[in-house]
């Protein structure tokens, strides 16, 4: 019997990737459902994009200081993975906010993994954020990406406690641990048809009775 196909995923990047680094390794199981086909960067020199070259992955830079505006960028993105037969777009550290036609012709096919417990502290400096508001747990979201920045509907959380005597470097330091565990195992989800979109919101086949994918 032939092998199901995989779905062809493109992890976008703006930096170090280390969060792309934990879905190339996942995907090396051969029972993965989804294969890295394009690391893709908006910085030619963004570190992880020589990570995935060093793993054999293919990866491409479209440098946004070369158009004049956002749309022509997200047309130059658009086509690239258009040309590449993408499935699923993982965003992963992409610092870019894209355009609304782009996220609406990608809808339900793109992922983002966010450095908060959304709708807690959308934006940058979320450690940060988190620290000043006083909550005691913290974490991270991998969601649907949607027109609205950190919005759309939540496929899975990790949450961590806050210590007393956290700073935002060491809340970074045990939310990115947990980035690495969720958004692998939310790519399988997704990838293997486990988990779909029902309006706003996201079901999870199978669910753990409590819901919970990881928590502390
Ligand atoms: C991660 O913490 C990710 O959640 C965050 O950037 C970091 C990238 O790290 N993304 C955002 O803040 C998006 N708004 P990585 O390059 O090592 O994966």
Excluded at 38 to 61: D, F, H, W, Y
Excluded at 103 to 122: C, D, T, Y
Aim: charged share 20%; aromatic share 4%.
């Amino acid at each position: 019997m032939a092998a199901a196909r995989k779905t062809r995923v493109a992890v976008l990047i703006s930096g170090r990737g280390s969060n792309m680094v934990a879905l190339l390794e996942a995907a090396k199981d051969p029972a993965f459902p989804a294969e890295i086909v394009l690391v893709l960067s908006n910085r030619p020199e963004a570190a992880g994009l020589a990570r995935a070259a060093a793993a054999g992955i293919p990866t491409q830079a479209i440098d946004h200081r070369a158009f004049a505006d956002r749309a022509g960028f997200d047309a130059a993105l658009d086509a690239a993975l258009r040309a590449a037969e993408i499935d699923l777009v993982c965003l992963a550290g992409f610092m870019r906010i894209l355009t609304t036609e782009f996220v609406a012709s990608w809808a339900g096919r793109m992922l983002n993994i966010h450095p908060s417990l959304l709708p807690l502290f959308k934006g940058t400096h979320t450690h940060r954020q988190a620290l000043d508001a006083g909550v005691r747990l913290h974490g991270c979201t991998v969601h649907f990406v949607v027109p609205e920045l950190d919005a759309g509907p939540i496929v899975a959380q990790a949450a961590i406690p806050v210590r007393q005597d956290d700073d935002p470097d060491s809340l970074a330091d045990r939310v990115i641990v947990q980035e690495r565990r969720l958004y692998p195992a939310v790519l399988a989800l997704v990838a293997g048809g486990r988990a779909r979109l029902e309006g706003e919101r996201v079901v999870i086949a199978d669910a753990a009775p409590d819901g919970a994918l990881f928590s502390v």
